[in-house]
């Protein structure tokens, strides 16, 4: 295995780990979070953690090939462990998703350190191994650039500037840097002490001028950088303003969009089933609706962003959380419907939703809901849906998923017809709420924003109803050049997934001419805006009427996960318009779409409580509870009453996994419900003390559901104040800070950690040779650092006679026995054994009382003399 019996000069390979490993570290760890941006869901946001493995792999390289091993063996034998650590993992992991999970951050682990690994053997082991890796670095630059805009290759773009400066401009300069700091290393490389003081000095002064060029661009190009930082715009919250999420438990929230959107794919796990009682008048034909989750009504110019608010003038806004509603309490907000009250062709819709992989706390309903009740799953179905809950919406005759402008269907052309005929009674918005009418047609003043504005006026040119406008929009996206081929296109790859910036909206239309259904719903609002229409982007699910079997009823999959846009119209309130051209890849979901869940029985109890007492022996348990539904009506108590259960037929849930009743604990929260016929005949009236009074004792129950401990959210999720809104540079400068600092305060401790090595290893050593050898290392290398280093002239003897007479420690004496015991090879007598056992504390101590604690503290912060002492030793040891 080995080379030869050599080593390296531990300078050279010191330099090497500083000079070149840790800057390359941190160029790497750049890189790495921009490739988290885009792939996330394997990444997972790890970046440092990341960088860590890469850096634990650069570091172990260039300890280990100091000693010349071969690199193909001992590669083929780290490649080999590692492999067989990654097939090991099914073994130590239990279940599905985990064995997955696990076993591909292994596997980032493992490229990571092994990547790590080459770069370390090739920077202390090759000459111009730099060059290869700026190649390299540059390269992934440039994909991971072409990740953000598909165009990029075109240079005279002003839109892709802001991300060229971002990814390229550290990447140059790291190559310039390191192919500079290479040959220096390379050209001093058998040098020691001070050329290594003049190499840090050249570095420092590379470094300066390569600042000062910089800043020299900046305050020459000023004007034109701050031009077309306004023309593009801010980078935006990448990741915050985003529709689907996945949650820890395998379920989705309607946050995040970018798990299921742009680069990453799309997916058709299921994610819940609806029936939406609405159909066409007089028929059986269903009228499919649009499922809303929440708006996206205000643009931050600070960052570029759409975003939500709780502020809403006039809040219409209905956003439970069903998981932290008792079973079969209901929850109503009627001031969501002061305005559509008053609204035309209006009428209420029963919806019932029956969720799979939607996590327990989302609402999603049809637009305006207002009322919501969690129901139980029919027995048979409770493996597939996990929970439920019925809703109501005050809907507008008006809105239906087919108003999808671009569906081919001539019925539904006619249909959509009919609906805008209806709407071109709006002549303006005069009378309407000014408040309500700045904040949704509220547009951004600068130079890309009247770009659009100019659009805008283009588009809606000799139009002057409102509706028509609107239409023209339709029809803006839906043009065709002059080979008959549609100008805009869907993708689901243009860039960062995410609920797009300004800069990236204005890049779509203007330049690229695709995007996803985000890309068409943001421009679509700055066009509506820029109008004056008041318009909001509306997040939800998109609609799809497939099932023939079951009237009624619609499947929901994450591809249907969709933003559109809401327009307000006076007298008819907010309407959906889906300005999305067609994709037929959004209807990759399996079909048939299965069996419609059944509805339970109806529950005449739902008790919502507390267990205090479990009698596994006779089947019962007891249940403290202020509030219960009996018989559909809500009851509260104002003392807590218990209620004995019979549960010898009950099904016991917990996180909808049916356990046994020896797992139920007093303290658990429970809801208990009964579909007995005793309650069905129990007939009682008056306050809820005197209808929990009749219950039966024991009360004979069906269904016990042990409670998920969800933390109530407010109806409406505040937005992020300035503070919180960091941009994405912030966090990356944060990022780099973090790792700068931990290389500073190990460069500066370095020096420590040397010393503190020296005593350990004199601490352990045998009595004898070994002994005096590491006091004479430690000895050596305090008086190195604290006096001063050993000049190249100079001998041991001679140097030792200078400390001596500068601290009078003894030192010569140490050293005439010192070398007695290793080059003549004579037994030393008792007297010259005791004063090389001695040595070293009574030295230490003697050097500690004459030299100040300050002048000490400074003396061990002299980096460069530190290494500066291996390579004087290596050099005297030769």
Same mark, same amino acid.
């Given at each position: 295995?080995?080379?030869n019996?050599?080593?390296?000069?531990?300078?050279?390979?010191?330099?090497?780990?500083?000079?070149?490993?840790?800057?390359?570290?941190?160029?790497?760890?750049?890189?790495?979070w921009?490739?988290?941006?885009?792939?996330?869901?394997?990444?997972?946001?790890?970046?440092?953690?990341?960088?860590i493995?890469?850096?634990?792999?650069?570091?172990?390289?260039?300890?280990?090939?100091?000693?010349?091993?071969?690199?193909?063996?001992?590669?083929?034998?780290?490649?080999?462990?590692?492999?067989?650590?990654?097939?090991?993992?099914?073994?130590?992991?239990?279940?599905?998703? +985990?064995?997955?999970?696990?076993?591909?951050?292994?596997?980032?682990?493992?490229?990571?350190f092994?990547?790590? $690994?080459?770069?370390?053997?090739?920077?202390?082991?090759?000459?111009?191994?730099?060059?290869?890796?700026?190649?390299?670095?540059?390269?992934?630059?440039?994909?991971l650039?072409?990740?953000?805009?598909?165009?990029?290759?075109?240079?005279?773009?002003?839109?892709?500037?802001? =991300?060229?400066?971002?990814?390229?401009?550290?990447?140059?300069?790291?190559?310039?840097?390191?192919?500079f700091?290479?040959?220096?290393?390379?050209?001093?490389?058998?040098?020691?002490?001070?050329? $290594?003081?003049?190499?840090?000095?050249?570095?420092?002064g590379?470094?300066?001028?390569?600042?000062?060029?910089?800043a020299?661009?900046?305050?020459?190009?000023?004007?034109?950088?701050?031009?077309?930082?306004?023309?593009?715009?801010?980078?935006?919250?990448?990741?915050?303003?985003?529709m689907? =999420?996945?949650?820890?438990?395998?379920?989705?929230?309607?946050?995040?969009?970018?798990?299921?959107?742009?680069?990453?794919?799309?997916?058709?796990?299921?994610?819940?089933?609806?029936?939406?009682?609405?159909?066409?008048?007089?028929?059986?034909?269903?009228?499919?609706?649009?499922?809303?989750?929440?708006?996206?009504?205000?643009?931050?110019?600070?960052?570029?962003?759409?975003?939500?608010?709780?502020?809403?003038?006039?809040?219409?806004?209905?956003?439970?959380?069903?998981?932290?509603?008792?079973?079969?309490?209901?929850?109503?907000?009627?001031?969501?419907?002061?305005?559509?009250?008053?609204?035309?062709?209006?009428?209420?819709?029963?919806?019932?939703?029956?969720?799979?992989?939607?996590?327990?706390?989302?609402?999603?309903?049809?637009?305006?809901?207002?009322?919501?009740?969690?129901?139980?799953?029919?027995?048979?179905?409770?493996?597939?849906?996990?929970?439920?809950?019925?809703?109501?919406?005050?809907?507008?005759?008006?809105?239906?998923a087919?108003?999808?402008?671009?569906?081919?269907?001539?019925?539904?052309?006619?249909?959509?017809?009919?609906?805008?005929?209806?709407?071109?009674?709006?002549r303006?918005?005069?009378?309407?709420?000014?408040?309500?009418?700045?904040?949704?047609?509220?547009?951004?003043?600068?130079?890309?924003?009247?770009r659009?504005?100019?659009?805008?006026?283009?588009?809606?040119?000799?139009?002057?109803?409102?509706?028509?406008?609107?239409?023209?929009?339709?029809d803006?996206?839906?043009?065709?050049?002059?080979?008959?081929?549609?100008?805009?296109?869907?993708?689901?790859?243009?860039?960062?997934?995410?609920?797009?910036?300004?800069?990236?909206?204005?890049?779509?239309?203007?330049?690229?001419h695709?995007?996803?259904?985000?890309?068409?719903?943001?421009?679509? &609002?700055?066009?509506?805006?820029?109008?004056?229409?008041?318009?909001?982007?509306?997040?939800?699910?998109?609609?799809?009427?497939?099932?023939?079997?079951?009237?009624? $009823?619609?499947?929901?999959?994450a591809d249907?996960?969709?933003?559109?846009?809401?327009?307000?119209?006076?007298?008819?309130?907010?309407?959906?318009?889906?300005?999305?051209?067609?994709?037929?890849?959004?209807?990759?979901?399996?079909?048939?779409?299965?069996?419609?869940?059944?509805?339970?029985?109806?529950?005449?109890?739902?008790?919502?409580?507390?267990i205090?007492?479990?009698?596994?022996?006779?089947?019962?348990?007891?249940?403290?509870?202020?509030?219960?539904?009996?018989?559909?009506?809500?009851?509260?108590?104002? #003392?807590?009453?218990?209620?004995?259960? +019979?549960?010898?037929?009950?099904?016991?849930?917990?996180?909808?996994?049916?356990?046994?009743?020896?797992?139920?604990?007093?303290?658990?929260?429970?809801?208990?419900?009964?579909?007995?016929?005793?309650?069905?005949?129990?007939?009682?009236?008056?306050?809820?003390?005197?209808?929990?009074?009749?219950?039966?004792?024991?009360?004979?129950?069906?269904?016990?559901?042990?409670?998920?401990?969800? #933390?109530?959210?407010?109806?409406?999720?505040?937005?992020?104040?300035?503070?919180?809104?960091?941009?994405?540079?912030?966090?990356?400068?944060?990022g780099?800070?973090?790792?700068?600092?931990?290389?500073?305060?190990?460069?500066?401790?370095?020096?420590?950690?040397?010393?503190?090595?020296?005593?350990?290893?004199?601490?352990?050593?045998?009595?004898?040779?070994?002994?005096?050898?590491?006091?004479?290392?430690?000895?050596?290398y305090?008086?190195?650092?604290?006096?001063?280093?050993?000049?190249?002239?100079?001998?041991?003897q001679?140097?030792?006679?200078?400390?001596? $007479?500068?601290?009078?420690?003894?030192?010569?004496r140490?050293?005439?026995?010192?070398?007695? &015991?290793?080059?003549?090879?004579?037994?030393?007598?008792?007297?010259?054994?005791e004063?090389?056992?001695?040595?070293?504390p009574?030295?230490?101590?003697?050097?500690?009382?004459?030299?100040?604690?300050?002048?000490?503290?400074?003396?061990?912060?002299?980096?460069?003399?530190?290494?500066?002492?291996?390579?004087?030793?290596?050099k005297?040891?030769?």
């Amino acid at each position: 295995m080995m080379k030869n019996t050599g080593v390296y000069s531990w300078t050279e390979t010191v330099a090497k780990i500083v000079f070149l490993l840790l800057p390359t570290l941190l160029l790497c760890f750049f890189l790495l979070w921009n490739a988290n941006q885009f792939y996330v869901v394997i990444l997972k946001n790890q970046a440092f953690r990341q960088a860590i493995y890469l850096g634990l792999g650069m570091l172990g390289a260039a300890l280990f090939y100091h000693f010349r091993f071969r690199f193909l063996p001992t590669v083929v034998l780290l490649i080999g462990g590692l492999y067989l650590s990654y097939r090991g993992i099914d073994a130590v992991s239990v279940g599905e998703f +985990d064995t997955f999970f696990a076993s591909v951050q292994f596997l980032i682990f493992a490229i990571l350190f092994t990547l790590g $690994w080459f770069i370390g053997w090739g920077f202390t082991q090759l000459r111009y191994f730099s060059v290869v890796v700026s190649a390299v670095f540059l390269l992934l630059c440039v994909v991971l650039l072409s990740r953000q805009n598909e165009l990029f290759f075109v240079f005279n773009k002003q839109a892709g500037l802001k =991300e060229y400066a971002r990814l390229f401009g550290p990447a140059v300069l790291y190559c310039i840097y390191i192919i500079f700091t290479t040959e220096l290393i390379y050209r001093y490389r058998h040098y020691d002490g001070p050329v $290594w003081w003049s190499l840090a000095k050249r570095l420092v002064g590379f470094l300066l001028l390569a600042a000062l060029l910089f800043a020299g661009v900046l305050y020459f190009q000023r004007q034109q950088i701050r031009e077309t930082l306004a023309a593009f715009g801010g980078g935006g919250k990448e990741g915050d303003n985003s529709m689907l =999420e996945k949650n820890k438990d395998n379920t989705f929230d309607l946050k995040q969009y970018s798990q299921l959107s742009g680069s990453l794919g799309r997916s058709n796990q299921l994610l819940f089933a609806a029936h939406i009682n609405h159909f066409f008048p007089h028929s059986q034909v269903p009228n499919p609706l649009y499922m809303t989750a929440f708006y996206y009504s205000r643009f931050d110019t600070a960052t570029q962003t759409f975003e939500r608010d709780s502020l809403l003038p006039r809040n219409d806004l209905f956003e439970p959380d069903p998981s932290a509603i008792p079973l079969f309490a209901t929850r109503t907000d009627s001031s969501v419907l002061t305005d559509a009250l008053t609204e035309k062709l209006r009428g209420t819709v029963d919806v019932e939703v029956y969720k799979t992989a939607l996590s327990p706390a989302s609402f999603v309903a049809p637009s305006l809901a207002f009322f919501v009740q969690p129901i139980t799953v029919e027995k048979d179905f409770r493996d597939k849906f996990k929970s439920a809950y019925r809703a109501k919406s005050y809907i507008s005759e008006l809105n239906s998923a087919y108003f999808v402008y671009n569906a081919p269907d001539t019925a539904i052309r006619q249909f959509q017809q009919q609906r805008f005929q209806v709407l071109r009674q709006v002549r303006n918005y005069a009378g309407v709420d000014p408040e309500l009418l700045r904040y949704y047609t509220k547009m951004p003043q600068g130079e890309q924003f009247r770009r659009i504005r100019h659009l805008a006026d283009s588009i809606a040119k000799g139009q002057t109803l409102p509706v028509d406008k609107v239409l023209a929009v339709r029809d803006f996206f839906l043009a065709k050049d002059a080979n008959g081929k549609t100008v805009f296109s869907y993708t689901d790859n243009p860039g960062i997934p995410d609920i797009p910036n300004a800069s990236r909206l204005k890049y779509f239309l203007f330049e690229s001419h695709k995007g996803y259904c985000a890309y068409y719903a943001g421009a679509t &609002l700055f066009l509506l805006r820029a109008m004056g229409i008041p318009s909001r982007i509306t997040v939800g699910f998109m609609t799809v009427d497939r099932s023939s079997n079951n009237k009624g $009823w619609y499947w929901f999959y994450a591809d249907q996960a969709h933003a559109w846009v809401q327009v307000y119209f006076p007298g008819y309130g907010w309407l959906d318009f889906d300005t999305t051209v067609g994709n037929e890849g959004a209807r990759r979901s399996p079909q048939p779409d299965g069996t419609p869940p059944m509805q339970p029985p109806k529950a005449y109890l739902a008790a919502d409580g507390v267990i205090i007492k479990v009698d596994t022996l006779h089947q019962k348990a007891a249940l403290s509870f202020a509030h219960f539904v009996f018989h559909d009506k809500e009851y509260r108590l104002a #003392q807590p009453k218990q209620l004995v259960m +019979d549960l010898s037929v009950a099904s016991i849930q917990k996180d909808s996994v049916f356990i046994r009743l020896q797992d139920v604990q007093a303290g658990d929260s429970a809801t208990a419900v009964s579909y007995a016929e005793v309650f069905k005949d129990l007939s009682v009236r008056g306050s809820a003390a005197a209808v929990a009074g009749h219950f039966p004792n024991p009360a004979p129950i069906d269904e016990l559901h042990i409670k998920k401990q969800y #933390q109530e959210q407010p109806q409406t999720e505040a937005p992020k104040n300035r503070q919180q809104q960091a941009t994405d540079w912030r966090q990356l400068l944060v990022g780099l800070g973090l790792v700068v600092l931990l290389i500073v305060a190990l460069l500066l401790l370095w020096p420590q950690f040397v010393f503190w090595y020296y005593k350990v290893r004199y601490h352990f050593a045998a009595s004898g040779r070994a002994k005096a050898y590491w006091a004479y290392r430690c000895a050596g290398y305090y008086a190195h650092m604290v006096f001063r280093p050993k000049k190249t002239e100079e001998t041991y003897q001679q140097y030792a006679r200078q400390v001596d $007479w500068q601290f009078g420690t003894g030192f010569s004496r140490f050293m005439n026995i010192y070398q007695k &015991l290793k080059y003549s090879g004579q037994q030393v007598s008792v007297t010259e054994a005791e004063v090389l056992n001695g040595f070293l504390p009574a030295f230490l101590g003697r050097v500690r009382r004459q030299v100040a604690f300050g002048q000490r503290l400074k003396a061990f912060l002299k980096i460069f003399r530190s290494i500066g002492y291996f390579g004087m030793f290596e050099k005297d040891r030769r």
